[in-house]
T-cell receptor, first 113, second 116 residues
Framework: SQTIHQWPATLVQPVGSPLSLECTVE??????LYWYRQAAGRGLQLLFY??????ISSEVPQNLSASRPQDRQFILSSKKLLLSDSGFYLC????????????FGPGTRLTVL | AQKITQTQPGMFVQEKEAVTLDCTYD???????LFWYKQPSSGEMIFLIY??????QNATEGRYSLNFQKARKSANLVISASQLGDSAMYFC?????????????FGTGTRLTVIP
């Protein structure tokens, strides 16, 4: 069966510090991968998605970036965090060429102080 | 315009009763998919049910059913026989299959509280 992991689970970082959140998927090959952010009390906003290694599409311009160095690894990064980057970050996957449900990871709660 | 609208910030239901969570959507695509997710306090997003725009029958998954009214562009979630464990945030989402197959648009959610 497929599983999706995210770490860390929680993170407190000062403004201006770098960020690296990692997401890995097990039990599937060539998945579509997604990064979402959920602000407090809000729905999810798609940040990045990837259909393959090195292929990243950005949905929202901001100071975040994403990379996919391996088939089942998706990394969300920032060189300098802003206060507005605080939120709940969720990674998700879906089978390649699937237009049905996405499966979400446990999330990372980021607080920028 | 909002792609997904959930007008109920919070809902209460008595245990063992049924509850309907509202969702309306806005799209000009002919092919789209509608989803409901549950988010408990732990934060994980749990997929509940899916309805394709060409599906003629309403989707059902156990105690969950989706009341799909295409002409009204609504996709309400019905939870029957509510349980205490159903207390959570519920999000409606849509994927436009032709114009944005990789993007799920989410509503702002409805917080459901099941009262014992």
């Amino acid at each position: 069966s497929q599983t999706i992991h995210q770490w860390p689970a929680t993170l407190v970082q000062p403004v201006g510090s770098p960020l690296s959140l990692e997401c890995t998927v097990e039990g599937t090959s060539n998945p579509n991968l997604y990064w979402y952010r959920q602000a407090a009390g809000r729905g999810l906003q798609l940040l990045f998605y990837s259909v393959g290694i090195g292929q990243i599409s950005s949905e929202v311009p901001q100071n975040l970036s994403a990379s996919r160095p391996q088939d089942r690894q998706f990394i969300l990064s920032s060189k300098k965090l802003l206060l507005s980057d605080s939120g709940f970050y969720l990674c998700a996957w879906s089978p390649a060429n699937s237009y049905n449900e996405q499966f979400f990871g446990p999330g990372t709660r980021l607080t920028v102080l | 315009a909002q792609k997904i609208t959930q007008t109920q910030p919070g809902m209460f239901v008595q245990e063992k009763e049924a509850v309907t969570l509202d969702c309306t959507y806005d799209t000009s695509d002919q092919s789209y998919g509608l989803f409901w997710y549950k988010q408990p306090s732990s934060g994980e997003m749990i997929f509940l049910i899916y309805q394709g725009s060409y599906d003629e029958q309403n989707a059902t998954e156990g105690r969950y059913s989706l009341n799909f009214q295409k002409a009204r562009k609504s996709a309400n979630l019905v939870i029957s026989a509510s349980q205490l464990g159903d207390s959570a945030m519920y999000f409606c989402a849509m994927r436009e299959l032709l114009s944005g197959a990789n993007n799920l648009f989410f509503g702002t959610g409805t917080r459901l509280t099941v009262i014992p």
